[in-house]
């Protein structure tokens, strides 16, 4: 039966962890990455939809190397998030899928991370400090300990329970020492690279707590008024790359008191696709501190879904749907 015969699936939380893992996220974000820079793909910024008690999020994406079109929708209320990922056939426009898609994001914004520290960040980096605990948080670190032969981790959070059993959590997983620091400056303080994973609308840690030579992983604001790290951070950064620079115009609150400032302007940054394609350098020298900024692209959940929708295939696992 050809692919786009076949009935739409509808894939579970469950049914994408167990298809879908780090290494394999990295891989097909890094083609993302390459196709975006080759015009076959395209990505739709987020939108928002609000009124009282709830936002509706909704991206999409098209990604012609796919043969596939889709969305990404969520909805955010104070007790919780909940995400879908839907794809169609370019050439039939039947739904080939509709994916609960929490898991499917943490692995897709963490293998950003991983494409972005693999070109960006020293290769002799061995130690990250992380801020923040949550979801967000261990896939990031999952995905840099993948690209990187980490030696120690030093976590920071709000409170010592969460930073603690992050610590214990984690350290089994990448099989490295894994420590609970207690001020965000221990965290970032002679660091190769650095993790901002946090839901802080101001900023985290001191920028000038910033060793020469750090790679900073920011990934924590989406908002134009949320910032998560500070105006010293972006001026001691010498190579900022976004995962997309038109998204971050319209989401990436933690440039806008620099620009404001005259500390850096959007002309100066890079496309994460062309450091890539090699069309750009992420770091010309091991002394620069060097700045990913993700926001989430949905042509990335797009081109996720399309390996996890061949593997459930192969598995036999997802529930059809009745259309």
């Known amino acids: 039966m050809d692919a786009s015969d076949r009935p739409a699936l509808y894939l579970t939380e469950q049914d994408v962890g167990e298809l879908m893992d780090v290494e394999s996220s990295i891989e097909v974000v890094e083609e993302v990455f390459r196709r975006l820079a080759d015009d076959q793909a395209t990505n739709v910024p987020r939108r928002r939809a609000m009124t009282q008690g709830i936002c509706l999020h909704t991206m999409s994406a098209a990604a012609e190397y796919l043969g596939l079109v889709g969305w990404k929708a969520y909805t955010t209320t104070k007790d919780a998030a909940r995400f879908?990922?839907?794809?169609?056939d370019n050439s039939s426009g039947r739904m080939r899928a509709l994916i609960e898609a929490d898991y499917l994001g943490q692995l897709r914004t963490g293998a950003a991370t991983g494409v972005a520290t693999d070109y960006m960040a020293r290769a002799d980096s061995s130690v990250v400090g992380i801020l923040g605990s949550g979801k967000q948080a261990r896939t990031q670190l999952r995905a840099v300990c993948h690209v990187r032969k980490i030696s120690r981790v030093e976590v920071y959070s709000r409170t010592d329970e969460r930073r603690t059993d992050f610590a214990e959590e984690m350290a089994e997983y990448c099989a490295t020492d894994i420590a609970p620091v207690r001020t965000p400056e221990q965290a970032t303080a002679e660091k190769d690279i650095v993790i901002c994973a946090t839901s802080s609308k101001v900023p985290v840690f001191d920028g000038r707590?910033?060793?020469?030579?750090?790679h900073i992983n920011a990934i924590g604001s989406n908002f134009l008024n949320k910032a998560e790290i500070d105006l010293a951070a972006i001026r001691r950064a010498d190579s900022i790359v976004c995962d997309s620079v038109e998204q971050c115009r319209l989401e990436a609150g933690?440039?806008?008191?620099?620009i404001e400032a005259g500390v850096t302007d959007w002309p100066l940054m890079h496309?994460?696709?062309?450091?890539v394609t090699g069309r750009q350098t992420g770091r010309a020298t091991a002394e620069q501190v060097t700045l990913f900024k993700s926001v989430?692209?949905?042509?990335e959940d797009i081109a996720m879904a399309a390996t996890i929708i061949e593997r459930a295939a192969e598995a036999g696992l997802g529930q059809p749907l009745p259309f």
Request: no cysteine; charged share 20%.
């Open 84 to 88: 879908h990922v839907a794809v169609y």
């Open 209 to 214: 707590a910033l060793d020469e030579g750090t």
């Open 254 to 258: 933690d440039f806008v008191p620099a």
């Open 271 to 275: 496309e994460l696709a062309d450091v």
């Open 296 to 299: 989430g692209l949905a042509i």
